[in-house]
């Protein structure tokens, strides 16, 4: 069975422009999860969907961050004006009713120069 | 607030030395307890967990038991590998309809 899959793995982009991370969560699972990973702030929780439904956004870090998931495989994060504090690893990460049992894709590296 | 601390990395071991990578925890009533480990180039992976009190989690050779009285939660492996190079995060989660809450990570390197 395919893990979850996060596309690009990697992505390089101008400040000002608009960044698009996609995620497909393992089949069946009910959560999904996007973290951010930089050497400063570690691993921090940017929003969490249950059933498709944003439960926690508290961590996105401003309005520039947008997520949606229209349906129960797929997922977006999108950066709009992107900066270049942006810099990260952006993870996705889904469940099935145990929020502790995470199953993380390999990451998108974004790198905004 | 819930909080997570680990010790500091990098640790670097050589192979089959005695491993341990301390985590200390604040929080509220009684938490659940997570070692996440993060392989290169990979997201994280589940490790082992304890519930409750007393319990150990056990996984690949890893144990960490989960001591109320000191609030911590320390991973252990008698002899590790070269294969177990990764970064280690610890977490805990406060009931289950809350959030992982993840210390900084440690890096272990083992050398042959």
């Known amino acids: 069975d395919a893990g979850v899959i996060q596309s690009p793995r990697h992505e390089v982009t101008e400040m000002g422009q608009e960044v698009t991370l996609r995620c497909k969560p393992i089949s069946g699972h009910n959560s999904l999860f996007w973290y951010r990973q930089t050497m400063m702030r570690g691993l921090e929780l940017l929003i969490y969907?249950?059933?498709?439904?944003?439960?926690?956004d508290s961590g996105m870090p401003e309005d520039r961050f947008s997520a949606k998931m229209p349906n129960a495989s797929f997922s977006t994060l999108k950066i709009q004006p992107s900066e270049p504090r942006d810099s990260a690893v952006y993870f996705c990460?889904?469940?099935?009713?145990?929020?502790?049992?995470?199953?993380f894709g390999p990451g998108t590296r974004l790198t905004v120069t | 607030g819930n909080s997570v601390t680990q010790m500091e990395g990098p640790v670097t071991l050589s192979e089959e030395a005695f491993l341990t990578i301390n985590c200390t925890y604040t929080a509220t009533g009684y938490p659940s307890l997570f070692w996440y480990v993060q392989y290169p180039g990979e997201g994280l992976q589940l490790l082992l967990k304890?519930?409750?009190?007393?319990d150990k989690g056990s996984n690949k050779g890893f144990e960490a038991t989960y001591r109320k009285e000191t609030t911590s939660f320390h991973l252990e492996k008698g002899s590790v590998q070269v294969s177990d190079s990764a970064v280690y995060f610890c977490a805990l989660i406060y009931n289950q309809g809350g959030k992982l809450i993840f210390g900084q990570g440690t890096e272990l390197s083992v050398k042959p």
């Open positions: 969907f249950n059933n498709n439904v944003p439960i926690d």
């Open positions: 990460a889904s469940s099935l009713n145990r929020v502790y049992e995470q199953y």
């Open positions: 304890a519930t409750k009190a007393d």
